[in-house]
């Protein structure tokens, strides 16, 4: 069984949104952000940005202690972060 079923299973990562906020902003360069828990599943995760959309996605290999702990992505010229964590963000 590959991890993207497993991650199925488990979680909603909600990739099919990820890829919609991809394409409308037009990103080309996409950080993503995760808790511990979640970066076995990152290889998924970059692998199905790259197969849906234009975008160069770069897993963020530091610390993700909730929303409150976002990387200054604009110093590596990141169009987006797209940010997993524990707990929905409201807007």
């Known amino acids: 069984m ?5 991650h199925q299973e488990h ?3 909600e990739l099919d949104r990820v890829v919609d906020v991809i394409q409308k902003g037009h990103a080309k360069i996409v950080v993503v ?5 979640l970066k076995p599943y990152a290889a998924d995760i970059v692998k199905e940005i790259e197969q849906k959309t234009q ?7 530091g610390s993700c202690w ?3 702990d976002v990387p200054d992505v604009e110093k ?3 169009d987006l972060l ?4 524990h707990s929905e ?3």
Do not use: R, T
């Not at 590959?2 to 497993?6: I, Q």
């Open 89 to 91: 963000w409201s807007y």
């Open 2 to 6: 590959s991890s993207e079923v497993s």
């Open 82 to 85: 797209i940010q997993w964590g």
């Open 11 to 13: 979680f909603d990562l």
């Open 33 to 37: 952000q995760l808790p511990d828990g």
């Open 76 to 78: 590596i010229g990141a």
């Open 55 to 61: 975008a160069v996605p770069i897993i963020w290999g």
């Open 66 to 68: 909730g929303s409150c």
